[in-house]
């Protein structure tokens, strides 16, 4: 997929996970935002990071949120800052 679409997807999430225009679906929002996120839309994961801190359209996992809020770090740092680090010894920053 690219970029374009990635990004296309991750905002399509958002208007329906907020019911924005069109009648609000949480569940089908997170599914999309997912595969936004695998793709490596980091945008995506701080949505993600949101609902599994909310329980909102999936079920609530802090563990989960801390790790979506951090995802953007690691693309982050392995695409445009290499010395950038999310401050973890995470294999995805030790590259």
């Given at each position: 997929?690219?970029?374009?679409?990635?990004?296309?997807?991750?905002?399509?999430?958002?208007?329906?996970?907020?019911?924005?225009g069109?009648?609000p679906?949480?569940?089908?929002?997170?599914?999309?935002?997912?595969?936004?996120?695998?793709l490596g839309?980091?945008?995506?994961?701080f949505?993600?990071?949101?609902?599994?801190?909310?329980?909102?359209?999936?079920?609530?996992?802090?563990?989960?949120?801390?790790?979506?809020?951090?995802?953007?770090?690691?693309?982050l740092?392995?695409?445009?800052?290499?010395?950038?680090?999310?401050?973890?010894?995470?294999?995805?920053?030790a590259?």
């Amino acid at each position: 997929m690219e970029q374009g679409n990635v990004d296309a997807t991750n905002n399509y999430a958002y208007l329906l996970y907020y019911g924005l225009g069109i009648s609000p679906d949480q569940v089908r929002g997170v599914s999309l935002w997912k595969q936004a996120a695998a793709l490596g839309q980091p945008e995506a994961h701080f949505h993600l990071g949101d609902a599994a801190l909310t329980g909102v359209g999936t079920r609530a996992d802090t563990a989960e949120a801390v790790g979506r809020y951090r995802a953007p770090l690691h693309l982050l740092s392995s695409r445009t800052i290499p010395s950038m680090a999310c401050g973890q010894r995470c294999k995805e920053c030790a590259s």
